[in-house]
């Protein structure tokens, strides 16, 4: 029998640590969808005022990233953060490395197909 979803997430972070933890459930927006909405962990469950407050800086750090705000979300429909996830998926410094390497390869281009 496979393991559950659950057991295969403890799994990977006992691996690989909290930040991949993380990663696994910033890729799972349902999941996060249903922690923001109270419906895994109810406000009955025991605990559940300090994992609020975990989750609530948790949740104040993930949407202060920079790849968060800009990555993009297939699942929605958003011209403004698809143009943005094309330019600024890695940053300011990474899209002024993009720009010059297109500048130099274009020169380059440029000089062996003419202009």
């Keep these: 029998m496979p ?3 659950g057991e295969r997430f403890d799994a990977a972070v006992r691996a690989g640590g909290t930040r991949l933890g993380a990663l696994i459930v910033q890729s799972e927006p349902a999941f996060v969808s249903e922690l923001a909405g109270g419906r895994r962990i109810t406000p009955q469950a025991a605990g559940y005022a300090v994992w609020r407050e975990h989750r609530d800086e948790f949740e ?3 949407n202060a990233a920079f790849t968060e705000r800009w990555m993009l979300r297939l699942s929605e429909f958003d011209p403004h ?3 943005g996830a094309m330019f600024l ?3 300011v410094g990474h899209l002024l490395g993009n720009m010059i390497f297109l500048a130099a ?3 380059l281009v440029e ?3 003419g202009a």
């Design 89 to 91: 998926h890695g940053g």
């Design 3 to 5: 393991p559950k979803r």
């Design 81 to 83: 953060r698809m143009l």
């Design 60 to 62: 104040r750090q993930r």
């Design 105 to 107: 390869l274009g020169l």
């Design 111 to 113: 000089g062996a197909l």
